[in-house]
């Protein structure tokens, strides 16, 4: 079942693995799920804490739609396999190497319970029993890894989500801050809607997760267009480019201190008021700042180019045309 | 007599326009100039007044030398001419409405005095004259306005210069608390070397004002190559740019208050250090977070574009493959890139850039200032290792041509046979040569090609063939 709104109830077979091997004596237990991605409007750039994705500042963004871009991602768990893999598109990724994809499994399977079948409410796996089984994790997206549409961020929240109902997760576990250590703006990719991620102040990061300030259903009428730019330049990965810009950057500091916490005021703000014009003129000066931080990173980091800026200043040109806002970017 | 540093001394003639005419009854009285640009590398972006050019935080550059690229002015005065006029490369501009102009013009004949012919001694213009008597500017750049190579600077400090010099205006007036009045980056183009607009604290500007911080002479190994990129895109001017930017940008209020004036000392400490790399380094980085408060302005200005990216790409590329910072980027409010380099390194540096930012096919011939030094890039060998850190495609006439340039003295007075006015002081009249389709005309400025000088009258002619070999030979060398 495709749920709107992050995800509710489970929904697990046991015939999940329907291409069922001589390897396997029993079925493996098996879960799909889908998880979106979504657009920061108010941007996360920068780490005070690496290990923990702990951010200098607090974002705010909404979820996109997944009936256009997801990722599905399927986990099965068997005793009789000898190890954990993950499979990204199609192509095995190195679980054993990826600390990223350690913490997750970690923290998750540290509030593992027992797994029972919904429907028949036959107990599936007990609790002692986790240690013992090894996970098989297939993901794709349905949209392009090099179209940089925050595939980490789907992806990471997939992992998390889909382990966390595999393992029985109780629904009181912050699955967030899970999904946080995977990759940071992934935590909001488990709620629906306008979603926060609050820093937290904590060392341990418990406190830096994800909340809702509004549903999906609070403004249907807001919507997106995507304009994926040809690009064949490799860029500076964003957890790469993050660091050098929080060493660098004299600007960034200032933005994270000074200038991002009344902007996401004001964003959540104008959100709730359905203010669109507000929203847009913030969404374009946060966009800005940020890709103005990354240039004054050194060596600068460039994620614009001039297609990007020509959409920019289309975007003003139109809006003038129209006399009002009627369009905001962010890249 | 052309003066190295500044200008000491007056030199004027009475017979300056050889072509007297029947319309004026006594020959004008007229002073040629030569004024540099410059560039800044801790750069100077917003205002806190805009009537007088009072910047939110100081600024420093290097002022290149005026062999490449310069601003000549020639300026007649007389009481024949009906009103005060200006010329910029070849076009009559408006004076009476521009008000910095004005400014500039009202300052300087606040001050002026008694002119005297230096040779003779003789009084030329009594002070009490100077309000009957209304002034003729003709100025040209030999570089063109769309290379974005800071005209209004040389341009303000020429007008400056050349007016103060004619109205003789004691030397202990500042002269570029004046300038700064045209246009704030013109403050830094009466001095040569590596000079200082402290932005003062004042109300009304008075110490708000340039100063050297050293000479030319200080470190003759700096040099800097100018990459002019092509671009057709108009883009926001300076004047209008840095008002938007003080009104929307966040982060350029906090760079002015609190990163700028540490980085000032840095720079100045380094400059007088002969420390290139860094200098360099603080000169990316200022650049760099310049056209960050641009692009954090609203709406957003773009002054770089994907050759100017590509540029600093290979800079840093350039720089990690040779183990060292031996290249250093600026960019002002346009795409073109000034690069540092010490002449160590030129011909290695323009190699590498001639690699990846060749000529149009053909078109070599002029794509660099100076031949000599570019058959020697042509022949150096790129750094070990920068092809693989720098995977990038050549991008021929991404760049449109190359100015090699060096440190040089600030605005001084040159001599008559500089001329830009005829015995009248008016524009002297100049062809153009036919323009032609070779790759030498698209490659050279049309104000170099232009300033061949037709012979009027049989008197002129060795005057203007001399000024006309004089150009030539400045811009050839």
Request: one cysteine or more; aromatic letters at 8%; a neutral charge.
């Amino acid at each position: 079942t495709i749920k709107k709104e992050g995800a509710d109830s489970l929904s697990l077979s046991l015939a999940g693995c329907l291409h069922c091997t001589s390897e396997v004596s029993m079925p493996p237990v098996s879960l799909t799920i889908a998880s979106p991605t979504n657009i920061a409007v108010i941007k996360y750039w920068g780490k005070r804490n690496s290990k923990l994705n702990l951010p200098i500042n607090s974002s705010v963004s909404v979820t996109l739609n997944q009936q256009d871009l997801r990722t599905v991602t399927t986990v099965c768990a068997s005793r009789d396999f000898g190890k954990d893999r993950l499979w990204l598109n199609g192509k095995e990724e190195d679980v054993s190497g990826n600390k990223r994809v350690q913490a997750v499994f970690k923290e998750v399977r540290a509030y593992a319970g027992d797994l029972f079948d919904l429907k028949s409410g036959h107990l599936l796996v007990k609790r002692s029993e986790w240690p013992e089984m090894k996970v098989h994790v297939i993901s794709t997206n349905n949209f392009p890894t090099a179209a940089g549409l925050a595939s980490s961020a789907a992806g990471y929240a997939a992992l998390t989500f889909a382990l966390a109902q595999l393992f029985a997760v109780p629904k009181t576990v912050n699955l967030s801050t899970i999904a946080r250590q995977g990759s940071g703006s992934a935590c909001r990719s488990l709620a629906g809607g306008f979603v926060a991620w609050d820093m937290g102040s904590k060392d341990d990061g418990s406190d830096s997760s994800a909340r809702q300030v509004a549903p999906a259903s609070h403004w249907p009428e807001l919507q997106v267009l995507i304009l994926v730019v040809s690009d064949s330049k490799k860029t500076v990965s964003s957890t790469a480019g993050m660091d050098i810009s929080v060493d660098t950057s004299l600007l960034l500091a200032h933005r994270a201190a000074q200038i991002v916490p009344e902007r996401l005021k004001q964003m959540e703000s104008a959100y709730l008021a359905k203010d669109f014009a507000a929203v847009a003129n913030l969404a374009m000066q946060d966009s800005n700042q940020f890709h103005a931080t990354c240039l004054d990173t050194f060596p600068p980091i460039f994620y614009l180019n001039d297609v990007s800026r020509a959409i920019i200043g289309f975007v003003h040109a139109f809006n003038d045309a129209c006399g009002e806002v009627r369009l905001g970017y962010t890249f | 007599t052309i003066k190295k540093e500044g200008a000491d001394s007056l030199s004027l003639s009475l017979a300056g326009c050889l072509h007297c005419t029947s319309e004026v009854s006594m020959p004008p009285v007229s002073l040629t100039i030569a004024s540099p640009t410059n560039i800044a590398v801790i750069k100077y972006w917003g205002k806190r007044n805009s009537k007088l050019n009072l910047p939110i935080n100081s600024s420093v550059s290097v002022t290149l030398n005026q062999q490449d690229l310069r601003t000549v002015t020639t300026v007649c005065a007389s009481r024949d001419f009906g009103k005060d006029r200006l010329w910029l490369n070849g076009k009559e501009e408006d004076v009476s409405g521009n008000k910095r102009v004005q400014a500039v013009f009202k300052e300087v004949r606040a001050y002026a005095g008694d002119l005297f012919d230096l040779k003779s001694g003789h009084l030329l213009v009594k002070r009490s004259e100077w309000p009957e008597m209304k002034v003729h500017v003709i100025s040209t750049n030999n570089f063109p306005t769309a290379a974005g190579l800071a005209s209004s600077a040389a341009g303000y400090a020429a007008l400056t210069f050349a007016l103060a010099q004619l109205f003789a205006v004691p030397k202990t007036v500042n002269l570029s608390t004046i300038a700064r009045q045209g246009s704030g980056s013109a403050c830094r183009s009466l001095a040569g070397g590596f000079v200082a607009w402290d932005m003062g604290s004042k109300d009304d500007g008075s110490d708000s004002s340039a100063r050297q911080v050293a000479p030319a002479s200080h470190w003759p190994e700096l040099q800097v190559l100018i990459l002019v990129v092509s671009d057709s895109k108009k883009t926001v001017s300076s004047t209008a740019g840095m008002d938007i930017s003080v009104d929307t940008s966040l982060l350029l209020a906090h760079r002015a208050a609190q990163i700028v004036p540490e980085r000032l000392k840095q720079m100045e400490s380094a400059y007088l250090a002969k420390d290139f790399a860094a200098v360099a380094n603080l000169a990316m980085q200022d650049s760099n977070q310049f056209h960050a408060t641009c692009l954090d302005t609203f709406p957003p200005i773009f002054y770089l574009n994907d050759v100017s990216r590509a540029i600093i790409g290979f800079v840093h590329a350039f720089n990690d493959a040779c183990g060292e910072v031996r290249l250093g980027y600026t960019f002002d409010a346009g795409p073109n890139a000034v690069l540092l380099v010490l002449k160590e390194h030129i011909t290695q540096a323009l190699g590498a850039i001639l690699h990846y930012f060749p000529p149009r096919a053909g078109c070599d011939v002029g794509y660099v200032n100076r031949a000599d030094l570019y058959a020697s890039a042509r022949a150096t060998a790129l750094p070990d290792g920068l092809e693989s850190l720098y995977p990038l495609t050549p991008m021929p006439s991404a760049v449109r041509y190359v100015y090699h340039s060096d440190v040089g003295p600030g605005a001084m007075i040159v001599d008559d046979d500089e001329s830009l006015a005829d015995a009248s002081g008016m524009p002297k009249v100049i062809s153009a040569s036919e323009s032609n389709k070779t790759c030498v005309s698209s490659n050279v400025p049309a104000p170099l090609r232009s300033l061949q000088v037709r012979v009027l009258s049989t008197a002129a002619i060795s005057v203007a063939f001399l000024f006309g070999m004089a150009v030539l030979r400045t811009a050839h060398k």
